[in-house]
């Protein structure tokens, strides 16, 4: 069907003579948050443009074609980049039942996504959506990768935080940094909050750690 959108693999050479009603867009790997055998997976994949995400990015892509003057211009790449995001979502949906089979493809996802949050723990604005959208798959994968493992994208993320509080009240040279200064550096807007779950986790309060920890009490 006119508009329709079907996924190509630029290194097969059969897909180099494809040429007749199509509008050619390529669009690296790298920028789709896949590995090359995910795209081979995905080769030959047609999606239809009558409705949900296909529909949009044909709409998007064929008007995106009749623009010739934005072609070169900062707004051009800005939709340029806007466009690859949306196939991106496109992808991640697609490739999602392929994944949730691969449990060796989904731990290689997970070890990226905890290397993700651990150099983004100190983020307040973090959060299951933010970080499925930096590795281009929808929110339920993520979810699905982490229960896998037995716990969840936000226990995981509030443990780390955790401890990385607890590392930092620990440390001699913080001891005059107040329990609510360390703990808004990693994430926790709310003193009282955090308490409540610092002792939860280690069974003194922070500043009971705090004390103990730097040899003064």
Known sequence: MAGDLVLL???RPEHHGQRGGFVFF???????GITGEEARHLADT?????????ALISRFLGALIGED???HSASGRRLSLNAVDLVALLVAELLEPYRSESAAGGGEMLARIR???EENLMDPDMSPESIARAHHISVRYL??????DGTTVSTWI???????????????????RTVAAVAQRWGFANPSHFSRLFRQ??????????TTASGHG
């Open 9 to 11: 693999d630029a290194l």
């Open 26 to 32: 390529r669009i690296s790997c790298s920028q789709l």
């Open 46 to 54: 047609r999606v239809s443009a009558v409705s949900g995400v296909g």
């Open 69 to 71: 003057e934005l072609r």
């Open 115 to 117: 290397e993700y949050i």
């Open 143 to 148: 979810h699905k990768l982490f229960q896998r």
């Open 158 to 176: 509030r443990q780390r935080r955790l401890d990385s509080c607890r590392a930092d009240l620990g440390r001699l040279a913080n001891r005059r």
């Open 201 to 210: 986790a280690y069974g003194v309060s922070p500043s009971e750690w705090q």
